[in-house]
């Protein structure tokens, strides 16, 4: 079965940086595309980052750019999403999903939260 | 940004009875070259992530019951539960995956009168 396990999400101060993590397994996960998405208490989901299965591309939403990093580790089956200078906005739980096709998503994680305040 | 309006914003619905909730974008999702609405519909029920329901606005994901189904096309689209279950209580969402970035509704919450 697929499987995406989020983790490292936690409390973070304005201005801080976490990395959270998504463990793939039960696909071949070097074989496609992921992404993270987010959603904010009681708000909409929001996708936030993509990535090809090699890597080589990404692509972020314009709240994010500048802030966040997307990367994998094909070798570990990993995904990961470096978030720099947070806000009190990027308050949500971030959402590993696997790219059916062109970011429609197919498999998600359970979501990890991450709080941002001080 | 391509923006998606659902509606209503909740419903409650009998058991057995019929649901439907609307999903319009605010530009059109068809692609004229292979005749494809690029809409999707998830499910999302209290404290699980989302799971996808539906794509090309019409196409059942595998696994989905049949009582679930999609139409519309262009910029107003439609999905249907035909007969509600308990197991159908959940938020449901649109999503265009034709226009940068994809976007989402803001949720329907469908829950038994």
């Known amino acids: 079965d697929v499987q995406l396990v989020e983790s490292g999400g936690g409390l973070v101060q304005p201005g801080g940086s976490l990395r959270v993590s998504c463990a793939a397994s039960g696909f071949s996960f070097s074989e496609y595309q992921m992404n993270w998405v987010r959603q904010a208490p009681g708000k909409r989901l929001e996708w936030i980052s993509h990535i090809s299965s090699s890597g080589y591309t990404v692509n972020y939403a314009d709240s994010v750019r500048g802030r966040f990093t997307v990367s994998r580790d094909n070798a570990k089956n990993s995904l990961y999403l470096q978030m720099n200078n947070l806000r009190a906005e990027d308050t949500a739980v971030y959402y590993c999903?696997?790219?059916?096709?062109?970011?429609?998503?197919?498999?998600w994680g359970q979501g990890t939260l991450v709080t941002v305040s001080s | 940004d391509i923006v998606m309006t659902q509606s209503p914003d909740s419903l409650a619905v009998s058991l057995g009875e019929r649901a439907t909730i609307n999903c319009k974008s605010s530009q059109s999702l068809f692609y004229s070259s292979n005749k494809k609405n690029f809409l999707g519909w998830y499910q999302q029920k209290p404290g699980q992530p989302p799971r996808l329901l539906i794509y090309w606005a019409s196409t059942r994901e595998s696994g989905v019951p049949d009582r679930f189904s999609g139409s519309g096309s262009g910029t107003d689209f439609t999905l249907t539960i035909s007969s509600l279950q308990a197991e159908d209580v959940a938020i449901y969402y649109c999503?265009?995956?034709?226009?940068?970035?994809?976007?989402f509704g803001q949720g329907t919450k469908v829950e038994i009168k």
């Open positions: 999903a696997r790219d059916k096709w062109v970011q429609l998503f197919d498999y």
């Open positions: 999503q265009q995956y034709f226009g940068s970035p994809r976007t």
